[in-house]
T-cell receptor, first 112, second 113 residues
Framework: SQTIHQWPATLVQPVGSPLSLECTVE??????LYWYRQAAGRGLQLLFY??????ISSEVPQNLSASRPQDRQFILSSKKLLLSDSGFYLC???????????FGQGTRLTVV | AQSVAQPEDQVNVAEGNPLTVKCTYS??????LFWYVQYPNRGLQFLLK??????LVKGSYGFEAEFNKSQTSFHLKKPSALVSDSALYFC???????????FGSGTRLQVQP
C-alpha cells in the first residue's frame, strides 16, 4: 500500500533562517506531488505541484521554493524565513488514474 | 478557475441526530468532488469522492454526500452523528484538465453529547 512521510512534525525557526521540509511517498511510481499551506487552522492554499522529476509549478509568488530531486521526493525550501511563513504545511500525492489526493501528517512551522 | 464555498464556519448537532455540512462549487466542465476530514494538528483524511454515476456517494465512517448538478452542490451527510465526528471538514473540487484540488475554507462540526 502507499504511504506518505512528512517531516519534521513541528519546527520553530528564527526569522531570516533557511527552511527545508521533506516529503516522500512509498508504494507508487510517478505520483503527482503537492505542497499546501494551511493558515490559522482553516482553508488550504496550494503552493506548488509537480507532475515529474524536476517539474515544478508554482501557484502563488512567495518566499518559498520547491524541488523534486527524485520521483517520490518533494522538498519545500526557503533561503530566509519571514514571520508570515508560519503555518501548517501539508504534502500530498495523487496518481493520474484517480483524482483524489492523499495527505501527509503535516509540519507545524513557527517563525519567531 | 475553480472554487468551493462552504457557507458555514461551524455546525452544531446533538449526538444521534442527522448532520449536514454544506458545499457548493464552481468549475469548468464536469467536476470531481471530494470531502476530507481533519483532526487537530493532523493531515487531511479522505472521506469520499464523486466522479460520475449515482448522485449519492457513500464513504468512510458512515458519511455520504449528494451531488446536485443543477444546484452545483455536494453536501455531506450522516444519518446519526457521533461525538467522535467532531472535526474540521473540507470540501474540494477538481475540474477537467486541472492538476490540483481546490479546497473550501472548512466547516467545524461540533457534536454535543
Amino acid at each position: 500500500s502507499q504511504t506518505i512521510h512528512q517531516w519534521p512534525a513541528t519546527l520553530v525557526q528564527p526569522v531570516g533562517s533557511p527552511l527545508s521540509l521533506e516529503c516522500t511517498v512509498e508504494g507508487t511510481s510517478n505520483p503527482n506531488l503537492y505542497w499546501y499551506r494551511q493558515a490559522a487552522g482553516r482553508g488550504l492554499q496550494l503552493l506548488f505541484y509537480s507532475v515529474g522529476i524536476g517539474q515544478i509549478s508554482s501557484e502563488v509568488p512567495q518566499n518559498l521554493s520547491a524541488s523534486r530531486p527524485q520521483d517520490r521526493q518533494f522538498i519545500l525550501s526557503s533561503k530566509k524565513l519571514l514571520l508570515s511563513d508560519s503555518g501548517f504545511y501539508l504534502c500530498a500525492w495523487s496518481i493520474n488514474l484517480n483524482p483524489e489526493a492523499f495527505f501527509g501528517q503535516g509540519t507545524r512551522l513557527t517563525v519567531v | 478557475a475553480q472554487s468551493v464555498a462552504q457557507p458555514e464556519d461551524q455546525v452544531n448537532v446533538a449526538e444521534g441526530n442527522p448532520l449536514t455540512v454544506k458545499c457548493t462549487y464552481s468549475v469548468s466542465g464536469n467536476p470531481y468532488l471530494f470531502w476530507y476530514v481533519q483532526y487537530p494538528n493532523r493531515g487531511l483524511q479522505f472521506l469520499l469522492k464523486y466522479i460520475t454515476g449515482d448522485n449519492l456517494v457513500k464513504g468512510s465512517y458512515g458519511f455520504e454526500a449528494e451531488f446536485n448538478k443543477s444546484q452545483t452542490s455536494f453536501h455531506l451527510k450522516k444519518p446519526s452523528a457521533l461525538v467522535s465526528d467532531s472535526a474540521l471538514y473540507f470540501c474540494a473540487v477538481k475540474g477537467t484538465g486541472r492538476r490540483a484540488l481546490t479546497f473550501g475554507s472548512g466547516t467545524r462540526l461540533q457534536v454535543q453529547p
